[in-house]
């Protein structure tokens, strides 16, 4: 097996610490357990395929990623996120493309990674990836406006914001005033325990507190219904070329997204625990895997969950046992209080992700980036309100694009050119010399308005082209700059190039700029020779003047 292949695959290292560390990550793996519960069962409701799908995901992925994946406290599994790509594809192909688009987007996930593709959130710029959690967070919060209001999904599912206009219209507050009541129970319990005992799982208690107050008081609200006892026997779905084809797109989507939120998540968890780095390839092949083995139990595509990766971190997680043991904790609760969960109610999950929702969005990040500049704020306006309106995946590729515009933009202004004395003490004939000094960058979108005022020059017999500042240069500007120095020769003038960087002198050969010189010799590495060579020639060529 080649070293490149066994990086990444499991090894002792993973549990190196496991001897000293085993207490405290089996306490953190039992309370990312409870705080991950409710997150599960709303997740898989909210996303169209049911709270049983929630848990297997949960359970299953969670063990599997954090086996094979590349953080040490990543804690994987169901998503509002992947809940916001999902919901539209189990709308349109029903329940029953579940496994399959699982199982396709769990191979792409797998062959990212061993592609190496770990390192591409790095390629993802910063308002891009705030515009996107906004974006995100109004979705969740959106989805959740029928069960808040008692109501069932309608067929406006594949856009939140048609299903929460449509819901608000079909309700009324007679109707929907027990389920309105639930929400905001739910919600002050979770925002009152999160201000005063911010490590006491306020999720929990609010399903509790309103699970018991619906028992007794015979409320007919929407619940979760009766849960399996245990996993599901796993099974291969019967795949046709029909479904490949119809469900490849969204296949790609659901990848790309659990790769793109999974590498965010585990490079979030490294900056604020010390447990050591990353593998982003490694991590890309867990999840993927992860993914797979969800879809064989008939659960979701998963990816890893900040929130839950946060709290294992804040628990004082050290190796992937913490992860491991969260998976095993929901396993436990599952089988021995399925009937108890059962009778949760579908509004109390919608509360816990509005809640959720509302305190995903990182304000202060968000005014970060909003004060910065208005190119930024742009970027990030435009990829939330394409994230909300659009798609996920479209919103980070123009978010990205609109990064670039601008970055190409403030790229090529710092491009220029800037007409020099000559050093040194004055010569006879130093008009006849004219010395240009290039900065920046000369690539496609700044060479040619650089270069302009060079051709424009009149009036010398030599132009000397001070290069060493030129710090980027591609194709397209040493094409114009081969054009120049032709130009220049044709009218008759002598061009002579100093201090061109390494990097770019074998491009500017290739291209033609070293060809059109008149003379090979006319290529310098310092200023002084190149200045003192430019006069000997204005001397040989002007004799009447001596």
Same mark, same amino acid.
């Given at each position: 097996?080649?070293?490149?292949?066994?990086?990444?695959?499991?090894?002792?290292?993973?549990?190196?610490?496991?001897?000293?560390?085993?207490?405290?990550?089996?306490?953190?793996?039992?309370?990312?357990?409870?705080?991950?519960?409710?997150?599960?069962?709303?997740?898989?409701?909210?996303?169209?395929?049911?709270?049983?799908?929630?848990?297997?995901?949960?359970?299953?992925?969670?063990?599997?990623?954090?086996?094979?994946?590349?953080?040490?406290?990543?804690?994987?599994?169901?998503?509002?996120?992947?809940?916001?790509?999902?919901?539209?594809?189990?709308?349109?192909?029903?329940?029953?493309?579940?496994?399959?688009?699982?199982?396709?987007?769990?191979?792409?996930?797998?062959?990212?990674?061993?592609?190496?593709?770990?390192?591409?959130?790095?390629?993802?710029?910063?308002?891009?990836?705030?515009?996107?959690?906004?974006?995100?967070?109004?979705?969740?919060?959106?989805?959740?406006?029928?069960? %808040?209001?008692?109501?069932?999904?309608?067929?406006?599912?594949?856009?939140? /914001?048609?299903? %929460?206009?449509?819901?608000?219209?079909?309700?009324?507050?007679?109707?929907?005033?027990?389920?309105?009541?639930?929400?905001?129970?739910?919600?002050?319990?979770?925002?009152?325990?999160?201000?005063?005992?911010?490590?006491?799982?306020?999720?929990?208690?609010?399903?509790?507190?309103?699970?018991?107050?619906?028992?007794?008081?015979?409320?007919?609200?929407?619940?979760?219904?009766?849960?399996?006892?245990?996993?599901?026997?796993?099974?291969?779905? /019967?795949?046709?070329?029909?479904?490949?084809?119809?469900?490849?797109?969204?296949?790609?989507?659901? /990848?790309?997204?659990?790769?793109?939120?999974?590498?965010?998540?585990?490079?979030?968890?490294?900056?604020?625990?010390?447990?050591?780095?990353?593998?982003?390839?490694?991590?890309?092949?867990?999840?993927?895997?992860?993914?797979?083995?969800?879809?064989?139990?008939?659960?979701?595509?998963?990816?890893?969950?900040?929130?839950?990766?946060?709290?294992?971190?804040?628990?004082?997680?050290?190796?992937?046992?913490?992860?491991?043991?969260?998976?095993?904790?929901?396993?436990?609760?599952?089988?021995?209080?399925?009937?108890?969960?059962?009778?949760?109610?579908?509004?109390?999950?919608?509360?816990?992700?509005?809640?959720?929702?509302?305190?995903?969005?990182?304000?202060?990040?968000?005014?970060?980036?909003?004060?910065?500049?208005?190119?930024?704020?742009?970027?990030?306006?435009?990829?939330?309100?394409?994230?909300?309106?659009?798609?996920?995946?479209?919103?980070?590729?123009?978010?990205?694009?609109?990064?670039?515009?601008?970055?190409?933009?403030?790229?090529?202004?710092?491009?220029?050119?800037?007409?020099?004395?000559?050093?040194?003490?004055?010569?006879?004939?130093?008009?006849?010399?004219?010395?240009?000094?290039?900065?920046?960058?000369?690539?496609?979108?700044?060479?040619?308005?650089?270069?302009?005022?060079? /051709?424009?020059?009149?009036?010398?017999?030599?132009?000397?082209?001070?290069?060493?500042?030129?710090?980027?240069?591609?194709?397209?500007?040493?094409?114009?700059?081969?054009?120049?120095?032709?130009?220049?020769?044709?009218?008759?003038?002598?061009?002579?190039?100093?201090?061109?960087?390494?990097?770019?002198?074998?491009?500017?050969?290739?291209?033609?700029?070293?060809?059109?010189?008149?003379?090979?010799?006319?290529?310098?590495?310092?200023?002084?020779?190149?200045?003192?060579?430019?006069?000997?020639?204005?001397?040989?060529?002007?004799?009447?003047?001596?």
């Amino acid at each position: 097996m080649s070293a490149q292949l066994r990086s990444l695959l499991p090894g002792r290292s993973d549990y190196a610490d496991l001897r000293h560390t085993w207490r405290i990550d089996a306490l953190a793996g039992l309370t990312v357990g409870v705080v991950a519960l409710p997150l599960a069962l709303a997740f898989g409701v909210s996303s169209g395929v049911g709270a049983e799908a929630g848990i297997v995901t949960a359970i299953v992925a969670g063990v599997v990623a954090a086996i094979f994946g590349g953080s040490n406290v990543q804690v994987s599994g169901p998503t509002g996120a992947m809940v916001v790509v999902l919901a539209p594809v189990v709308a349109a192909h029903g329940t029953g493309a579940l496994a399959t688009v699982t199982l396709m987007a769990g191979v792409i996930v797998v062959a990212a990674g061993v592609l190496r593709l770990g390192s591409i959130v790095g390629a993802i710029p910063w308002p891009v990836i705030e515009g996107f959690t906004v974006g995100i967070a109004v979705i969740i919060f959106l989805q959740q406006v029928p069960a %808040a209001l008692g109501l069932p999904a309608t067929s406006h599912q594949t856009n939140a /914001a048609l299903a %929460a206009i449509d819901a608000v219209r079909r309700s009324s507050l007679t109707s929907a005033w027990p389920t309105l009541l639930i929400v905001a129970v739910v919600a002050s319990i979770m925002l009152g325990v999160r201000r005063f005992g911010p490590k006491i799982p306020g999720s929990m208690i609010a399903i509790v507190v309103v699970t018991a107050g619906v028992a007794i008081t015979g409320a007919a609200v929407p619940v979760i219904g009766e849960l399996p006892k245990g996993l599901p026997i796993p099974s291969f779905p /019967a795949i046709t070329p029909h479904a490949l084809a119809a469900l490849a797109a969204p296949a790609l989507t659901i /990848a790309a997204l659990a790769g793109i939120e999974s590498l965010l998540s585990a490079r979030v968890a490294s900056l604020h625990s010390d447990t050591g780095r990353y593998d982003g390839d490694r991590e890309l092949v867990g999840q993927g895997l992860a993914s797979i083995a969800s879809g064989l139990f008939g659960g979701m595509p998963a990816t890893g969950a900040i929130a839950r990766t946060a709290v294992n971190v804040r628990s004082g997680a050290r190796t992937r046992l913490a992860a491991i043991m969260h998976a095993l904790t929901l396993l436990v609760i599952v089988t021995v209080a399925g009937v108890l969960v059962a009778n949760v109610p579908l509004a109390a999950l919608a509360g816990i992700l509005m809640v959720t929702a509302a305190t995903m969005v990182p304000r202060r990040s968000v005014m970060t980036v909003i004060r910065t500049s208005r190119q930024n704020a742009l970027v990030f306006a435009v990829t939330a309100g394409v994230t909300v309106a659009v798609d996920l995946i479209y919103a980070v590729i123009i978010g990205v694009l609109v990064a670039a515009v601008f970055a190409l933009r403030t790229l090529a202004r710092s491009a220029g050119v800037h007409r020099e004395e000559l050093p040194g003490p004055p010569a006879p004939w130093d008009e006849s010399i004219a010395l240009f000094r290039i900065d920046g960058a000369l690539f496609f979108g700044a060479a040619e308005r650089v270069l302009d005022r060079v /051709a424009a020059t009149e009036g010398v017999s030599v132009v000397i082209l001070r290069m060493s500042q030129v710090q980027l240069m591609d194709s397209t500007g040493a094409q114009v700059l081969a054009e120049l120095v032709a130009g220049l020769e044709r009218r008759g003038v002598t061009v002579i190039v100093k201090g061109i960087q390494p990097q770019h002198l074998e491009l500017a050969t290739r291209v033609g700029v070293l060809a059109a010189l008149r003379d090979e010799r006319h290529l310098f590495d310092a200023l002084e020779p190149a200045v003192e060579h430019a006069r000997s020639h204005v001397r040989r060529s002007s004799p009447s003047r001596s």
